[in-house]
């Protein structure tokens, strides 16, 4: 099932051909940025509660499950901050859908991680680092909708396949109840091979597979918002960057890879954005002459990350770079470098992580940072 937390421990009850596991996942950390000079306000040092998760996945006989998975510290932040941008990465109601498995297609119905971007399908529980990276933590495509996945494997699951047809509002949608006035529907396909054998969305490689294993993946999503005359989007949905959800229609593709081998594995992953506002005035085109846009906008970008699993000495060492650009029609875009640590105390089940973040090129144009590092450490524990 996709979206499943493999690092969280479960307690499990059966009752006859029912089973039910509950779970949870706890990390808390330390926040430091160093700010650029003249910068004073420091609210950013602080201590925060990430996560205080409780899950509960079912099984009834050998065809249907069902999962509800929430964020009580996400919830609670939430409500503190009503009318605030949500945050996609931490969106407080995690997972809640059905599924039915007696078909040679699983069908998924609800709320869930949706099957885009390898990064984005990762589980946070076993990460090295503090949060995704900018491009696939939920600003510029939503992560989770309410919808429809069908799910095929083929080969002994070494080929997977993906679709699904979701609202389009991403994890707005638990606030906003309805559609927004265009009340169209986005559609999101997947594929991905692994070979020699099955590779579960993980970044370290903490089993030390004995041979060589490899993944590639594409997907693509579309959808057209283009909204009825006098009507408008709901506030806060775009994202931070306005690129999420836009009124128009939006195209977005990317293609993965993954490697895993004797502790060493790394990942990489390209996105592209291409975004058709309907409306001339667009503040998404920055003012510029139709001659000049054409109508299209793109942004997009790409990120590599490489892990070395030391089993002996219980860590996990990770260097991620990310590049992107938020829009081709300004000049400009943002690389950031990140350096993980993670001592595993007990596996993933507790842990220690440290991670630091260096802004390498800022695009100051589109994205002004007040801070140029940034040191974050803390720790995770399931049950």
């Not at 802004?359 to 995770?380: C, F, H, N, Y």
Request: hydrophobic share 35%; glycine share 10%.
């Amino acid at each position: 099932m996709l979206g499943s937390a493999p690092a969280a421990a479960q307690h499990t009850f059966t009752n006859g051909n029912h089973s039910l596991q509950l779970s949870g996942f706890v990390s808390a950390y330390y926040n430091h940025r160093f700010l650029k000079e003249g910068e004073l306000n420091r609210k950013n040092n602080r201590f925060r509660l990430r996560d205080m998760q409780l899950g509960l996945n079912g099984r009834v006989g050998k065809q249907w499950a069902y999962k509800v998975r929430v964020d009580m510290a996400d919830l609670a932040e939430t409500a503190m901050q009503s009318g605030q941008t949500l945050d996609p990465e931490n969106p407080g109601l995690m997972s809640a859908f059905i599924e039915y498995t007696g078909l040679p297609v699983d069908i998924k119905v609800g709320y869930d991680k949706l099957p885009y971007s390898q990064g984005s399908m990762l589980s946070f529980d076993e990460s090295v680092f503090w949060q995704r990276g900018q491009l696939l933590r939920g600003d510029f495509f939503s992560r989770r909708d309410i919808g429809i996945t069908l799910t095929h494997s083929m080969w002994k699951q070494r080929i997977n396949l993906y679709a699904g047809v979701y609202t389009g509002l991403g994890e707005n949608i638990i606030g906003n109840n309805d559609n927004d006035p265009s009340g169209r529907l986005e559609y999101i396909g997947r594929a991905d091979v692994a070979y020699p054998a099955r590779y579960r969305y993980v970044e370290a490689d903490i089993l030390q597979v004995p041979v060589p294993m490899v993944r590639a993946g594409i997907n693509a999503r579309y959808t057209n918002k283009a909204q009825p005359a006098g009507q408008q989007l709901p506030s806060n949905i775009g994202g931070e960057y306005g690129l999420r959800v836009i009124d128009g229609k939006r195209f977005a593709y990317g293609w993965d890879a993954s490697f895993q081998y004797r502790g060493f594995s790394a990942q990489f992953e390209a996105q592209v954005l291409r975004l058709e506002p309907s409306q001339a005035g667009s503040d998404l085109f920055y003012n510029t002459d139709a001659e000049v846009n054409k109508g299209i906008v793109r942004s997009g970008g790409w990120q590599a990350q490489v892990n070395y699993c030391a089993l002996p000495a219980k860590s996990v060492l990770s260097v991620r770079y990310e590049n992107y650009n938020l829009n081709d029609l300004v000049a400009g875009e943002t690389q950031r470098l990140g350096i993980g640590y993670a001592y595993l105390i007990n596996g993933y089940k507790a842990v220690v992580k440290l991670h630091y973040y260096r802004i390498m090129k800022e695009d100051a144009k589109l994205e002004p940072l007040k801070w140029t590092d940034q040191v974050r450490v803390g720790m995770s524990y399931a049950f």
